[in-house]
């Protein structure tokens, strides 16, 4: 007699694993919709010449680099 009853608890216990398997993308894609991080673009951090950080990729000046490169290029 275990046997039609115990089909029927692994009948269950499946399709309890699938609805919460379900419930959980569901959050999951609430989640990201609603996330306020955004995209790696938005977590980078630069830091200017002066040591300041900016999320402002910094501009730069070719002039530097070669006055850098004709001074340091006799070591």
């Known amino acids: 007699m275990a046997g039609p009853n115990n089909r029927y608890i692994k009948k269950q ?3 309890k694993r699938v609805k919460k398997r379900q419930e959980k993308d569901q959050k999951k894609i609430v989640r990201k919709e ?3 991080g955004g995209s790696f673009e938005n ?3 630069y830091v200017d010449k002066f040591g300041n950080i900016t999320s402002e990729r910094p501009v730069e000046d070719n002039n530097r680099d070669e006055e ?3 001074n340091g290029g006799d070591r």
């Open 43 to 45: 977590m980078i951090a």
């Open 13 to 15: 216990k499946a399709e």
């Open 34 to 36: 609603n996330s306020a």
């Open 68 to 70: 850098e490169s004709n």
